[in-house]
């Protein structure tokens, strides 16, 4: 969508999250803004008015599937929303040992639950409407499993594949799917990482290449393209070739 007015986006509170806000804010256009830190979330709500846009914020935790519903409905209610940018996601890997199950099943219900929560409903309003677009944050993680992250890796295959099998689903009835893929961002999230990052680059730069390839309607914007063509390159290798490689790699905190 060249255009939109009117955004909803979760995990504005910070990083890649923050930069779209900013990315996005200016005169006539609406933001609807979720986190969890209120005081950040206040912060950016703030610099984006600042900019001009029309903003709500709202603390909300993406895993809580009814209050989730209930934003959006009040939101969509007040003034349809063009754009849905389910961006909230957490990090964490086997840096500290083998993940057990509280770590995996709270990696799922934000990275994948979350972005069910977020997108199902708007889904029958876009389709109702023939219009609406909506924009997956997955990452350069999800075309591999990789041992330092397992869990990560999947909840945003998850989201890659559904987005990239619901692009073709949904673009007869006028919804636009994309999927986002990044390399490395810098953000609170990255902040973590002990090991060399190739490519890292600063959100708000990460924010401008969203947005073009949002306005594009591209279904997958994966960047930096040279992170894309390694990441590529080895989902593409038989595992047996590329495991004691893998193994090797640096592990997530
Ligand atoms: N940075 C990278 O290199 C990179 C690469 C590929 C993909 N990504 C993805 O990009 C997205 C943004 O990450 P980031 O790098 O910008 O990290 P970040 O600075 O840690 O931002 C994460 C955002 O998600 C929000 N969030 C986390 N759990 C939430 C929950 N349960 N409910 C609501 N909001 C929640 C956080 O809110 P609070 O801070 O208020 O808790 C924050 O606004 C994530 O999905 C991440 O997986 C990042």
Request: hydrophobic share 45%.
């Amino acid at each position: 969508m060249r255009d939109p007015r009117s955004l909803l986006l979760t995990g504005a509170s910070s990083g890649i999250g923050e930069a779209l806000a900013l990315a996005y804010a200016g005169p006539g256009v609406s933001l609807a803004l979720g986190g969890r830190d209120a005081p950040r979330l206040a912060a950016v709500a703030a610099a984006c008015t600042q900019k001009g846009a029309q903003v709500r914020s709202d603390v909300i935790d993406v895993a809580d599937r009814a209050a989730v519903a209930r934003w959006i409905a009040d939101v969509d209610a007040a003034q349809a929303v063009d754009l849905v940018i389910a961006n909230a996601g957490i990090g964490a890997g086997t840096d500290e040992g083998h993940e057990d199950e509280r770590q995996t099943r709270g990696i799922f219900g934000v990275n994948l639950d979350g972005v069910l929560n977020t997108v199902l409903p708007l889904i029958p309003r876009f389709v109702e409407r023939q219009r609406g677009q909506i924009a997956l944050m997955s990452s350069l993680a999800s075309f591999r499993g990789f041992p330092g992250a397992p869990t990560y890796c999947g909840s945003k295959a998850a989201v890659r594949v559904w987005g990239e099998g619901l692009r073709g689903d949904l673009a007869p009835d006028g919804v636009e799917v994309s999927v986002i893929c990044p390399g490395f961002v810098e953000s609170r999230m990255t902040a973590k990482n002990k090991f060399p990052m190739p490519f890292l680059m600063t959100a708000e730069r990460a924010a401008g290449i969203v947005k073009r390839g949002l306005a594009a309607n591209r279904g997958r914007i994966a960047f930096p393209w040279p992170m894309y063509a390694a990441t590529w390159f080895l989902a593409a290798l038989p595992p047996g070739l590329t495991d004691r490689l893998l193994a090797r790699f640096p592990r997530k905190q």
